[in-house]
């Protein structure tokens, strides 16, 4: 293998991870280099292939909005760490502790007495023109004075090696969850130099968040619960709120999932309201409560800030601390610290000047090309500006807007990052890549600790000066190495647990979530149904030898509007296939599919999780192709191997618990429609004594095989009809699933004190009173065969209206909690 330093650039007046000064290998760098010289290009392309890999079956995302390649673009992560040596650590990890406790003396100073205000050391104009500056939440004392429990800052190296502060992330810190999935796959590519180099490890950190969060939490003596509370699926790390309710245990909720009611918060669960002790938050702190803080905020909790208020609940972080974020801050830091604990910050920040003051001001003006012109409040709507991109007219016209309203600019440095090497697969070498890295805090029972590693973020391009994975940058995991093996740290639970802290049901389950299990359920049922009366109707077509049969399995899918009645078949199959236009198309159903397991997402095991993905995967592909019938035939089969993989995932997977069984009864419920339905529709058209019709028939309800090995003969109706509506051996038969759905629904009004419906009673003995004979008489007597038809097709619409009837009930009574069953208010 050639030397991977041959193509590796130095730039002048940068620092390089990689290589010092005279372009040797820094010597913490050195086991991982020799390493790499020592493998092939195909062995380190097997490594990159098991970090795609993993990050493919976990489903890591990092949704950008816009993106060419979706929402849910796959997270990027480089196949080398960013090292860092142990003695560089201990200075950088003392100054992120420091900074975090600095920054939390800085917030309880100004939701109280605002001395730091009074004596001149922060301008007002800074604090209060800040729309995270909450007026309401002044004068509250969270629990230990702490309003940071968890902190993040944004480092970056000067070329002379030493990190500076860029940022400080005070408000609802992300990329923590992504560290610790980033050091989960690195470590899988790299296990033997993992353990040699001696890496500290992660486990620890995350333990003492959970320990804070507990002891904290105002808990009245009850075992406290704590959720992570994230505003959705379209944030752009949703998947990390999703990572971190694992690992750490929480149920992951919306705001719509709690309610507040005399101060106190509560989940909505299927058992009634349980109280929430701790919120660790994901939402900004304007979003949190439409009551007192920002009135059109739909992803919040009203009456929360009036919980905080009286002491009920615990909020991390405190609301209101993203008033810190203002880079304006940065320049006032070193006196405050100064000020308050007698000392110098270990970690300086990037030079930065707030414009509010005429002669920064004009200083600023005098090196504008020299400076990064950035906003001093996230109410402002631009972008930050370099002054050296700016000709004469744009550099007036800014110092114009700037002389109109200083206070909204604030002036800083440009900062020259480090670069480190990241492997390219496609030409086998390294190049350099511009990095920042975001560190973290968490506050404990004896002052902040620091979490040994972080997010090391890199610039998507060669000569890229800023890093944003929102620009398509990657990552990195950071390894700091220990002078010793670092001792394993487990993850554990907060007290010992016993024979009497036994746990089988998940008395947390929100409602919200068991709403879209039940139609997630649905959605499955309902694709398949789909898939597999399109493949009956696009088989017909394709072979074109029975137009009988075609014509009347194109009635049925009009009759259950599956397939448009305008235009000629072809275009109306394509319609009904992958239609925008079209409501109710097999794509428009997968869509929803997807969207209802997006919201269940952390209910689902990842090999289910997997199925789904190359589910979404086989529909994109058409979308970027102009198909033909014989292509969409042959994703349709694919579709129903896949949905098929699902329903197992569905039986084997998932533990029984009411998630699982309004999955399942969504299942069933929506098998019984399809079933009735298409049963009724075909009883009533025109195929119902003819062979091929009966063959499609037998397919669109699984059952061909069935039939072929019971009869060896063709189709006849009676026999038919038999396996498809009352053989109660058949799980595609009508009297199987109504039977089935009605003791789903005993079981689960007896479990929830709900009084027994009678209706599908009615109908099982109404459907199981049926004699086959009556028809056998009228067809062979040959009349009155169309009565009996006609009787027993009526008798199936009613199961069908009676199924969704039950699903409406189901919706009322547990989802929405409007029926005129009274429940529990609150679970005790």
Request: with cysteine; hydrophobic share 45%.
């Amino acid at each position: 293998m050639p030397d991977l330093l041959d193509r590796y650039p130095l730039t002048a007046g940068t620092y390089h991870e990689l290589l010092d000064d005279s372009g040797a290998v820094r010597a913490h760098w050195q086991p991982l280099f020799e390493q790499l010289q020592r493998s092939t290009p195909g062995q380190l392309a097997q490594r990159q292939a098991l970090l795609a890999r993993q990050i493919q079956e976990n489903g890591v995302t990092y949704n950008v909005y816009a993106d060419p390649k979706g929402a849910d673009r796959p997270w990027e992560l480089d196949l080398l760490p960013h090292i860092i040596p142990a003695d560089e650590w201990q200075r950088v990890a003392a100054g992120i502790a420091q900074r975090a406790r600095l920054l939390n003396a800085v917030l309880a100073d100004l939701y109280g007495p605002q001395t730091l205000i009074r004596d001149g050391l922060l301008p007002a104009e800074l604090v209060f023109g800040h729309n995270n500056f909450l007026w309401p939440c002044q004068g509250i004392q969270p629990p230990a004075e702490t309003f940071l429990h968890l902190f993040a800052v944004d480092l970056a190296r000067t070329p002379d090696g030493r990190w500076w502060v860029t940022a400080d992330r005070t408000q609802a810190p992300s990329g923590a969850g992504y560290a610790l999935e980033n050091r989960t796959i690195v470590s899988r590519a790299f296990p033997d130099l993992y353990r040699d180099l001696r890496v500290h490890h992660l486990a620890g950190f995350f333990r003492t968040l959970q320990e804070t969060l507990v002891r904290q939490a105002p808990s009245d003596a009850e075992a406290p619960l704590v959720v992570l509370l994230t505003p959705g699926r379209f944030n752009e790390s949703y998947f990390e709120h999703l990572y971190l309710a694992r690992q750490l245990g929480y149920p992951l909720v919306e705001g719509g999932d709690l309610t507040v009611r005399d101060a106190t918060v509560y989940l909505k669960t299927l058992s009634g309201l349980q109280r929430v002790h701790a919120i660790m938050r994901r939402l900004d702190d304007d979003f949190c409560d439409p009551l007192e803080l920002r009135t059109d905020s739909a992803l919040g909790v009203p009456g929360l800030l009036e919980a905080v208020r009286q002491g009920r609940v615990l909020v991390a972080n405190a609301l209101g601390s993203g008033v810190l974020e203002s880079p304006g801050l940065l320049g006032f830091l070193p006196k405050i610290n100064q000020h308050l604990f007698g000392e110098e910050l270990i970690l300086p920040s990037i030079a930065t000047w707030w414009c509010g003051e005429p002669p920064v001001l004009a200083q600023a003006l005098e090196k504008l090309p020299e400076l990064l012109i950035k906003p001093a409040f996230p109410s402002q709507s631009f972008v930050p500006v370099f002054g050296r991109d700016l000709d004469d007219e744009q550099r007036q016209a800014l110092a114009e807007r700037m002389r109109a309203r200083p206070y909204a600019y604030v002036a800083q440095e440009l900062a020259q990052l480090s670069q480190a090497p990241v492997w390219q697969a496609e030409e086998g070498t390294l190049q350099p890549r511009a990095i920042g890295m975001r560190v973290y805090a968490v506050a404990s029972a004896d002052g902040y600790r620091v979490l040994p590693g972080g997010l090391t973020r890199v610039a998507a391009e060669a000569d890229a000066e800023v890093v944003s994975m929102q620009r398509g940058g990657a990552s990195k995991d950071t390894w700091v190495l220990s002078e010793r093996m670092p001792s394993g740290e487990q993850w554990r639970t907060q007290r010992s647990l016993g024979v009497r802290d036994l746990v089988r049901r998940d008395p947390y389950l929100p409602s919200r979530v068991v709403e879209n299990l039940f139609w997630f359920g649905r959605y499955c049922e309902r694709c398949d149904d789909s898939a597999r009366l399109l493949r009956i109707m696009l088989a017909r077509y394709v072979d074109g030898d029975d137009p009988q049969a075609l014509q009347a399995a194109v009635e049925l899918g009009e009759s259950l509007m599956l397939l448009p009645e305008e235009g000629e078949l072809p275009e109306r199959l394509l319609a009904a296939l992958l239609g925008d236009d079209w409501p109710f198309s097999l794509r428009a159903t997968l869509q929803r599919l997807q969207w209802a397991a997006s919201q269940v997402r952390g209910k689902l095991s990842r090999e289910n999780w997997q199925a789904l993905v190359e589910l979404q995967r086989e529909a994109l592909s058409l979308e970027s192709e102009d198909p033909n019938f014989g292509e969409l035939l042959d994703f349709l089969n694919r579709l129903v191997m896949s949905l098929a993989a699902l329903s197992g995932f569905a039986l084997d997977d998932m533990t029984r618990d009411e998630g699982w069984r309004f999955l399942m009864i969504g299942r069933r419920i929506e098998r019984l429609q399809f079933l009735s339905s298409s049963l009724a529709a075909f009883l009533r058209g025109i195929a119902v004594f003819d062979q091929a019709g009966l063959a499609w028939l037998l397919e669109l309800g699984n059952s061909s095989i069935t039939y072929r090995s019971r009869y060896l003969a063709v189709p006849q109706l009676i026999p038919v009809l038999d396996l498809l509506l009352l053989d109660e051996q058949n799980p595609h038969a009508v009297l199987f699933q109504l039977k089935l759905v009605n003791r789903t629904l005993r079981r689960l009004n007896d479990d929830f004190g709900v009084p027994r419906e009678s209706g599908l009673n009615q109908l099982v003995e109404r459907l199981g009173r049926f004699d086959l004979g009556n028809l056998e008489s009228a067809l062979f007597g040959d009349t009155g065969v169309r009565d009996v038809l006609d009787g027993l097709a009526d008798l199936l619409q009613e199961v069908a209206d009676a199924s969704g009837q039950v699903s409406d009930r189901l919706a009322l009574r547990h989802f929405a909690h409007v029926d005129d069953i009274s429940q529990q208010t609150v679970s005790v």
